[in-house]
Nanobody
Framework: QVQLVESGGGLVQPGGSLRLSCTAS????????IAWFRQAPEKPREGVLC????????FYSDSVKGRFTISRDNAKNTVYLQMNSLKTEDTALYYC???????????????WGQGTQVTVSS
């Protein structure tokens, strides 16, 4: 069964950090482009970051550039989203998804799971 499971969300104060994990089962993550999207209440889904497969070219939305990074652990079939200098506007449900090519178009991706909630608040 092909599955992506996000974890690592929680409550953090502004300026803090969190690391989200996305673990795949049923397929090899490194064969696909990977993206993190987020969705806040009453806001459209937003592409945060996407990375190509083996080449590893990474693209960031302007809203997270310089603060968020992605890394892979192929042995664990897991990718991580390191989020630093968090802001209240980063509060959202975060999803990791896979696709055949990098883009910030949610329609290009599959594997939408339950997501993991990130709340940035003092």
């Amino acid at each position: 069964q092909v599955q992506l499971v996000e974890s690592g969300g929680g409550l953090v104060q502004p300026g803090g950090s969190l690391r989200l994990s996305c673990t795949a089962s049923g397929f090899a993550l490194d064969a696909y482009a990977i993206a993190w999207f987020r969705q806040a209440p009453e806001k459209p889904r937003e592409g945060v970051l996407c990375v190509s497969d083996q080449v590893g070219n990474t693209f960031y939305s302007d809203s997270v550039k310089g603060r968020f990074t992605i890394s892979r652990d192929n042995a664990k079939n897991t990718v991580y989203l390191q989020m630093n200098s968090l802001k209240t506007e980063d509060t959202a449900l975060y999803y990791c998804v896979i696709g055949e090519r990098v883009s910030f178009d949610a329609a290009d991706y599959n594997g939408w799971g339950q997501g993991t909630q990130v709340t940035v608040s003092s």
